[in-house]
Structures are given as structure tokens and as C-alpha cells.
């Protein structure tokens, strides 16, 4: 363990361990208290080993990022079965980090932020069966990039938090090559994305924006070669969920409004099902079971909820080759229900 605060002893100190870390089960720690540090860590030829970076103050450095026509010297790994884990807690903080090789994984955490510096970080992967996480908390003026390449079954998670109190976002996956994220930015008060994946090659994404007051976002995937996006921008008091059962289902769910609740179930396989709600007090409920089944549901309208009632539709598919359109705006109390079988 070192504990350093010079930015040119830090460099030193960790360019010199780099040639010692060319063997198996190699470990590099290293904690900085202050500001303006720099570090950075070449670890190579490294099976089961492990980096851990720790950084607390305003304007350190863990690796310098890539930009324009200057390549950057960032936090290397070459190893396999092996972890990198950067942890920074304060103001105006960047790390960039680049692994090599196989069934490694890699995890940059910053928080902390300020209204005038922001936070940046930049995770880079290459080779097959890595995981990789990027995840910023109560920050402003935040960027994160994660890229991957030249393997298979690689994972990414990218999340960016210029949020208030209450965020969270979880991801869990099992299977082969799945894709997951939820992105989180601008928003405030008991927010929540959720991503499930169970089997192979389904994507799913979670995208909130500006949303405030207990806006929550979940989709469940089980099967194969599904596709699941939910959008939630703008949104206050409102539950977007979307869960696929089956192989091939398409579903996304929209949401920009106050007080909306969507529900999309497929089961099945080769179904389709679009959700789009803005206004207020607009409550959806849509169910395909079965094969190669399509519906499109649109609530555009406004109820004041206090005084009127809300607008609903609720849309049941049983069987196959089905499509179902609904259309609905104007003021409160309208309600739409469509059955096929």
C-alpha cells in the first residue's frame, strides 16, 4: 500500500512496479489523499492478478485519456482472470483504463462533482468474456465511454448520474452474448431503471432523462434474440414495464408526462409492441401471447386525475398473425379495450 501525494513520485514509484507485475497473481495498490495527483500502472503477461487505484481530492488523474492526434497513456492490463478497479471520490477527477486478453474484468466509480468541473472516464476492452462498469454518482458536467472489441460475449454497463437523491440502476445477465445498459442523466428524486436478461443474444437498454418524484423503468427479458427498450424523458410519478417471454419479441416503451403507467407482457415468439405515452393520467395495459403478433398503442391526452378520471387502454392478443392499432387523445376518461383470439 502507498500512500502518495507528489503527482512525478506517483509516476515513478508505479512505472517501477509495472516491470514486477509480469507475472502471475501480481497485485498494485495504490491510495492518494489530496489534490492534483497523477498516476499511472502498466501491468503485463499477468494472470489472476489485480489493480486497485483509490483516489480522494479534486483534480487527480488515474491515466490520461486519448484526444485528437495524442494517443494518451492510459492504465494498462494485458493479463487474463484478472481485475482493474479505479475508485475516485471528489471534484474535477478522469481516469482512462485499457485491458487486454480474456475474462477480465474492469471497474471505474467516481463521485463527487461540482457545478463549475466535472468528471470523466473512459474504459477500454479488447479480447473475449470481459465485464466492464462504468458507474458515476452526484455529478455535473459527467462523461463516460466504454468500448469494446475483437472478442465475443463481452458485456458493458455505462451510467451517468447528474442526479438527485434516490437514483439507482441495476443489471443482472445470464446467458451468452447479451447486451445491457441504463442510462440515467438529469434526473432527481427516487428514480430507477432495471435490466434482467436470461439467454442469448438479447439487448436491452433503459434510458431515463430530466424525469423527477418515483419514475421507474423495468424490463425483463427470457429467451432469445429479443429486443427491449424503454425511455422515460421528462417524466414525473410514472412505471414503464415490459417483460418478454419467448425468442424474437420486439418491444419499446415511451414515456414524457406526469402520472403514466404502461405495461407490456409478451409471450411468445416474433411479436411486436410500441408504447407511446405523453400528457397526463394515461394508463396502458398490453398482453401478446402468442406468435407473430403486432400492436402499437399512442395516449396523447390530459386528465387533471383530481377531477375526471384517467385515460385507458388495454389491448389482449391470444393467438397469431394479429395487429392492433389504438389511438387515443383529449381530455380524461377515456377508455379503450381491445380483445383478440
Known sequence: MMHVRKSLLSL??????????????????????????????????????????????SQNTAGIPAAGRYSGA?????????????????????AAAKQSGNNNSG?????????????SATLDQ???????????????????SITQGNGNNNTATTSQTGNGNGTGASITQSGNYNLASVTQQGNSSFISGTVNQTGNANTGSVLQLNSTY?????????????????????????????????????AGLYQSGSSLEANVQQRGNNNYASSTQTGNYNEESLLQTGNNNRATVSQTGSSSGYFSAANVVGVT?????MVANVSQSGGGGNVATVYQH
Open 126 to 144: 479488447s479480447s473475449a468474456y470481459n465485464t466492464a462498469t462504468i458507474g458515476q454518482a452526484s455529478n455535473t458536467r459527467t462523461s463516460a
Open 107 to 119: 471497474a471505474i466509480t467516481q463521485t463527487g462533482g461540482s457545478y463549475v468541473l466535472g468528471q
Open 317 to 321: 392478443q391470444s393467438g397469431n398473425n
Open 214 to 250: 418515483s419514475v421507474t423503468a423495468k424490463l425483463d427479458q427470457n429467451g432469445n434474440n429479443n429486443l427491449g427498450n424503454v425511455q422515460q424523458n421528462g417524466a414525473s410519478a410514472s412505471t414503464a414495464t415490459a417483460t418478454q417471454r419467448g425468442d424474437y419479441n420486439t
Open 12 to 57: 515513478a514509484v508505479l512505472m517501477a512496479l509495472s516491470g514486477a507485475a509480469m507475472a502471475d497473481d501480481s497485485t498494485v495498490n495504490t491510495t492518494q489523499d489530496g489534490s492534483s495527483n497523477a498516476l499511472n500502472v502498466d501491468q503485463q503477461g499477468a494472470t489472476q492478478s489485480t489493480v486497485n487505484i483509490n483516489q480522494k481530492g
Open 74 to 94: 492510459a492504465i494498462s492490463q494485458t493479463a487474463t482472470y484478472s481485475s482493474l478497479n479505479i475508485n475516485q471520490s471528489g471534484n474535477y477527477n478522469s
